[in-house]
């Protein structure tokens, strides 16, 4: 099950008319393609999509692209709010699974994997879920260590000795301390969680009984596994994937601010990338239109168009302008003596002649006028358009920026 009803406001414009799940991500991608090539990749090819926000283009990409064998049996479904209790939406995860808990009865699995959409990672889950098994643990928490600093926006885990049980688990503490080993460095929950069905179907109708409960996984499911000593965890630097290099080890990023979601593209696009899509063994897998290749040409007055450290994908173009440090998805074009410069620029982006862009991220269809200017003066950029804490330009879809 793949919990994918997240809002996102803290992506805001990004997330205005869809769910964060299905911010487009890395030029070609959406992000909720990340956990489903790593369950597919894995084998595991019975998914249900749990939606509930602005789902529409959400059930249109997975609709469109994650089509597997139903010859097979297999079937990566998007499953909408089902108001099975009463005339309302979901109340928190846990409450978006009890209400599904139908598809778990039809399939009768004996373990369920439950993962959120919203990161960029590459996992294989078979290996978290072996370890849930041999561990005999009603569920098994995914964790990697992230700054202290970050506690308030993690699941905090707290291990035994042994390293294996869980014996706390804090929803966003604001009070929490390091590790005994690294004081600046927490173990993070991951959001990734595998059960034991029978112990998934009993948490999930206590809590729905239980009227003070937010029926949240990581605010109430988790730490009541945790209390009755049912919690294991799964450090996820034990994971082991194919293809991949040892520096990419443990690469996992929670793109949930604007500026973690830029990060997350700049991590991409050096030299020797933090994380690379450049790995057959386990790919990333989408969808396009059929675009035709990206390309680069003489614009007017037979100036070259050059890109560097870039990702161009395909339908983008690159005419006698400079582009660097930029991830271009399809159909974006870049025209002649325009710079673009640290930036990401979405489906269908004109940036025109002359206009300068730098350390923004222009979503779908957004028009940058000749000789305009994004990114060079911020006072200016803050009164007309979002500016993360870190100074990143965002400019809604569709926008046209003022010249
Ligand atoms: P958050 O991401 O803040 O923390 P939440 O907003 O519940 O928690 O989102 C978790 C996942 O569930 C996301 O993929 C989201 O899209 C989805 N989701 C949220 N509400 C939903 C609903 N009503 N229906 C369907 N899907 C829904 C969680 C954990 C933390 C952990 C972080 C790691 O609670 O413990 O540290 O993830 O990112």
């Known amino acids: 099950m793949v919990l994918a009803g997240g809002e996102g406001k803290r992506l805001m414009p990004l997330t205005a008319d869809r769910a964060k799940p299905a911010v487009p991500f890395g030029g070609m991608y959406r992000m909720i393609d990340f956990v489903l090539s790593n369950l597919v990749n894995g084998g595991y090819l019975k998914l249900v999509v749990l939606t509930q926000y602005k789902s529409h283009s959400l059930d249109r990409h997975i609709s469109k692209t994650w089509r597997l064998s139903t010859l097979l049996g297999n079937y990566v479904a998007p499953v909408p709010a089902q108001q099975r209790?009463?005339?309302?939406?979901?109340?928190?995860?846990?409450d978006a699974i009890h209400q599904s808990?139908?598809?778990?009865?039809?399939e009768r699995p004996a373990h369920v994997v439950v993962f959120g959409a919203d990161n960029i990672y590459r996992m294989d889950p078979r290996q978290m879920v072996a370890r849930h098994v041999e561990s005999g643990?009603?569920?098994?928490?995914?964790?990697?260590?992230?700054?202290?600093?970050?506690a308030d926006q993690f699941g905090v885990i707290e291990?035994?000795?042994?390293?294996?049980?869980i014996s706390a688990f804090r929803e966003k503490p604001t009070d929490a301390r390091g590790l005994p080993d690294a004081p600046h460095e927490v173990f993070a929950s991951m959001g990734n969680y595998v059960f034991t069905t029978s112990v998934l179907v009993d948490a999930l109708t206590r809590d729905a009984e239980d009227p003070d409960s937010k029926h949240d996984m990581g605010g109430s499911?988790?730490?009541?596994?945790?209390?009755?000593?049912?919690?294991g965890v799964y450090d996820f630097r034990d994971n082991d994937v194919a293809g991949q290099r040892e520096t990419e080890r443990g690469y996992w990023r929670d793109v949930g601010t604007l500026d973690s979601f830029y990060d997350a593209h700049m991590d991409l696009i050096s030299v020797d990338p933090e994380f690379s899509l450049y790995n057959p063994e386990w790919p990333i897998l989408t969808s396009q239109d059929p675009w035709p290749p990206a390309r680069s040409v003489h614009g007017s007055a037979g100036r070259v168009g050059m890109a560097t450290e870039s990702l161009l994908s395909p339908g983008s173009v690159v005419s006698g302008s400079t582009v660097n440090r930029s991830v271009l998805s399809p159909g974006a074009h870049v025209h002649s003596w325009a710079q673009v410069d640290s930036s990401v620029l979405m489906q269908g982006v004109q940036v025109?002649?002359?206009?300068?862009?730098?350390?923004?991220?222009?979503?779908?269809?957004?028009?940058?006028?000749?000789?305009?200017?994004?990114?060079?003066?911020?006072?200016?950029?803050?009164e007309l358009y979002t500016v993360s804490d870190n100074g990143i330009v965002v400019i809604g879809k569709g926008r046209q920026v003022v010249p």
């Open 101 to 106: 808990m139908n598809l778990i009865s039809d």
């Open 85 to 94: 209790l009463g005339p309302r939406w979901f109340a928190g995860s846990a």
């Open 221 to 231: 499911i988790v730490p009541m596994l945790v209390e009755r000593g049912e919690a």
């Open 159 to 165: 291990v035994d000795e042994g390293g294996r049980r």
């Open 352 to 382: 025109g002649r002359n206009a300068v862009v730098r350390n923004a991220i222009l979503d779908k269809d957004v028009v940058v006028p000749e000789g305009a200017r994004v990114g060079v003066d911020t006072d200016r950029d803050r």
């Open 137 to 150: 643990a009603g569920v098994t928490v995914a964790a990697i260590r992230q700054p202290l600093s970050m």
